[in-house]
């Protein structure tokens, strides 16, 4: 939960709005590879907490994407 929590701040700082100068350089302001690991990152947790939610008597389960 706490990766998860880290991860959606990561994401939140996405969502501000960037700085003149930041607007200038015309880049992002973060690489995209590390963007798409933090998503990639996000949806498996956020689907293993599904997962412990939805069915915690089946620790095995994993629900199809």
């Given at each position: 939960?706490?990766?998860?929590?880290?991860?959606?701040?990561?994401?939140?700082?996405?969502?501000?709005?960037?700085?003149?100068?930041?607007?200038?350089?015309?880049?992002?302001?973060?690489?995209?590879?590390?963007l798409a690991f933090c998503l990639e990152l996000l949806a498996e947790q956020v689907n293993q907490v599904l997962s412990?939610?939805?069915?915690?008597?089946?620790?095995?389960?994993?629900?199809?994407?």
């Amino acid at each position: 939960m706490q990766q998860l929590r880290d991860h959606m701040r990561f994401l939140a700082r996405l969502a501000q709005p960037r700085t003149r100068a930041e607007e200038q350089l015309r880049q992002p302001a973060i690489c995209m590879d590390e963007l798409a690991f933090c998503l990639e990152l996000l949806a498996e947790q956020v689907n293993q907490v599904l997962s412990d939610v939805e069915c915690p008597s089946m620790p095995d389960f994993q629900p199809s994407l």
